[in-house]
């Protein structure tokens, strides 16, 4: 065996340089053991608090542009104030009075219409009765105005359904239209009747109906109704692009929920060629 190395004596300060050193690094060490503690008390702190009771951090500034299109105009709506609404001919009581609108829809909705002109004291809406299309004006103190920045753009000739924000368009579907016989009429109408039938699917009108402001040019009666339009549910998917309806436009059931939950009563439908 090779012989033993001689080991030096250590001097008295270098073992107690030696001895700091190894204090130091014990203090050290329990240092971080007692920052690891800490910092899992209170990752199981906050996770077995209530949910109340979490910190909240501020939100975040959401910066938004703008998608209006130049020249884009909001449509004026009309909701009555709890009575019935007297329609004239003129923006004056003493003129032809042509209707009086119910202060609620057959579906029990407040009657809302979709203004068309303003002037003082007065409103002129496009009127939820026969011959499609027919206007009136009705006294601006028996109703409340809002707008609403949505229209909803039917193509007959392309068998579209277009929503369009600010003049921007937000969602597209294709969809089915009335037959030769039972044609879809064309014209400006509005939202008038949110029907919800999601709970229990009605056979031909789906999940989901939208009434419209407009009726049927041939029909006068429909399932004991009065043949008023609507944009609804129902549609099978090798209906989209044909004309089997009575004048209805049909969507396929998660398009017309999807439609419904965004636009409001009174959001214009203009119906073209």
Known sequence: APPAKAVSPISRSERQRLIRK???RRKIGATIIAAVVAVGAVAVFLTTRGEDQKPTLA???VTRTTTTSVGFKSSAIATTTGGALDVYAEPSTTSTKITQLSPLTEYKFARTVLVTEQRDGWVKAILPIRPNNTEGWIAASSVTLSTTNYE???NLANHTLVLNDSGKPVMEFSVALGTTETPTPVGRFYVTDPIDLTKK???IYGAYALGMSGYSEVLTSFRGG???L???GGMWE???GTNPSNGCIRMLN???VQLASIVPLGTPVVVTA
């Open 226 to 228: 009065d043949g008023q």
């Open 152 to 154: 909803i753009e039917i």
């Open 230 to 232: 609507a944009i609804h």
């Open 59 to 61: 939100a975040k500034p």
């Open 201 to 203: 699917l009605d056979p």
């Open 22 to 24: 190894k204090v130091q």
């Open 254 to 256: 998660d398009q017309i």
């Open 238 to 240: 090798a209906q989209a």
